[in-house]
T-cell receptor, first 116, second 114 residues
Framework: EAQVTQNPRYLITVTGKKLTVTCSQN?????MSWYRQDPGLGLRQIYY???????DKGDVPEGYKVSRKEKRNFPLILESPSPNQTSLYFC???????????????FGDGTRLSIL | AQSVTQLDSHVSVSEGTPVLLRCNYS??????LFWYVQHPNKGLQLLLKYTSAATLVKGINGFEAEFKKSETSFHLTKPSAHMSDAAEYFCVVIRSSNTGKLIFGQGTTLQVKP
């Protein structure tokens, strides 16, 4: 089954403790992206990646890092989490062909992070 | 620049009555538009998409949307609401096919009363 898998689904942690949210897709997609969802703001893009070793900032990249060492994985790293990063996070993926023809992206089920 | 505005943050309907969720967009060229639904504690599910083919787009679960260029609107409708339709709905426009960036509206919470 084609899917985008995020882990963990839920995490409560404390300020300053490094954490990583993993994202993996099994569709051989070149493009992957991270969004955060906050009430009244919809989803906003954090980082995206066009392919292996190619990443770029989205609209709200501050406080986050990403890496793309393998095509299937695109982890989101919070080196020193702060309470304002408490949010619902979504990973998405797409083939380059679909992206360039404006087709919908595939989304994971989300990761709810609470930073105390 | 592309943007979307969902005109209602909350809509409440009775089961069996019509649903209308409003979305206006701003785009400097012919946009690609989507509606996604998010049920509580679930991910985002694509309801329907408009990519410059037919202006009336049919989606899943009986939803449809009409692209109206003259009104810059892409409202989502359903003739008869079901309890299972209670969820949050997002209108989305593609900001750039190069970067793949999606611009999400603020979301509309649909409440369905028995």
């Amino acid at each position: 089954e084609a899917q985008v898998t995020q882990n963990p689904r839920y995490l409560i942690t404390v300020t300053g403790k490094k954490l990583t949210v993993t994202c993996s897709q099994n569709m051989n997609h070149e493009y992957m992206s991270w969004y955060r969802q906050d009430p009244g703001l919809g989803l906003r893009q954090i980082y995206y990646s066009m392919n292996v070793e190619v990443t770029d900032k989205g609209d709200v990249p501050e406080g986050y890092k990403v890496s793309r060492k393998e095509k299937r994985n695109f982890p989101l790293i919070l080196e020193s989490p702060s309470p304002n990063q408490t949010s619902l996070y979504f990973c998405a993926s797409s083939s380059n062909l679909d992206r360039l023809s404006n087709q919908p992206q595939h989304f994971g089920d989300g990761t709810r992070l609470s930073i105390l | 620049a592309q943007s979307v505005t969902q005109l209602d943050s909350h809509v409440s309907v009775s089961e069996g009555t019509p649903v209308l969720l409003r979305c206006n967009y701003s785009s400097s060229y012919s946009p690609s538009l989507f509606w996604y639904v998010q049920h509580p504690n679930k991910g985002l599910q694509l309801l329907l998409k408009y990519t410059s083919a037919a202006t009336l787009v049919k989606g899943i679960n009986g939803f449809e949307a009409e692209f109206k260029k003259s009104e810059t609107s892409f409202h989502l409708t359903k003739p008869s609401a079901h309890m299972s339709d209670a969820a949050e709905y997002f209108c989305v426009v593609i900001r750039s096919s190069n970067t793949g960036k999606l611009i999400f509206g603020q979301g509309t919470t649909l409440q369905v009363k028995p």
